[in-house]
């Protein structure tokens, strides 16, 4: 399934190590014909760190997309009720997006843009960035695959020896996830060899 013309959401969370594949992500969604609308979490909107200042990706995310990023919960309350998106996608979804969204805790801009998305049974695709999926995570993990309308990119183990509970999701197979995800399956394999 082609991707041109659908409404894609796209969330940013606070693993900010995987931004530069989060953009390249993004600006591959743009030139695929897509519209594409950004969603920033609160940390990713305020937070500077070794890779890059929050003010920075806010401004990318406009330029690639020709649209302001939503930044608050109640700017992301509407997508729900205006069944604003094809497919929804969380890049990088954190552990702590993981465990609150498995636990249905709805505080901040990403997580009301997930369950207002959720609402209309379209598909929410997830781009795990975590450093525990293998520790407290995983039993988060193990909820969302069995949910309806979640999907995952495919991923694995990032460094096995240094950070054995790590995983982190592979983003040069987001574009065929998100197309498996419109047509109501996971992309396989899910789980990906270090």
Do not use: W
Not at 5 to 23: E, L, P, W
Not at 169 to 191: D, K, M
Request: net charge positive.
């Amino acid at each position: 399934m082609s991707l041109k013309g659908k409404s894609i959401g796209f969330v940013f969370t606070g693993s900010f190590c995987t931004y530069r594949q989060a953009f390249r992500e993004l600006e591959k969604l743009v030139e695929a014909g897509a519209q594409v609308q950004t969603v920033f979490s609160d940390a990713a909107q305020s937070i500077d760190s070794r890779f890059g200042a929050a003010a920075d990706f806010l401004e990318e995310a406009g330029r690639i997309t020709g649209n302001r990023p939503i930044r608050t919960i109640p700017q992301a309350e509407p997508i729900g009720p205006g069944s604003l998106f094809d497919l929804l996608v969380i890049l990088p979804c954190t552990g702590n997006t993981l465990a609150k969204l498995a636990g249905g805790i709805t505080d901040s801009p990403a997580l009301m843009a997930a369950k207002a998305h959720l609402r209309n049974e379209k598909p929410l695709v997830l781009s795990i960035s975590t450093n525990d999926a293998l520790g407290m995570n995983m039993k988060n993990i193990g909820l969302l695959l069995n949910a309806k309308h979640i999907y995952f990119v495919p991923f694995g183990q990032d460094h096995p020896v240094k950070k054995p509970n790590s995983m982190i999701a592979r983003t040069e197979f987001l574009l065929p996830a998100l197309e498996a995800a419109l047509e109501g399956r996971q992309y396989q394999p899910v789980i990906c060899g270090a």
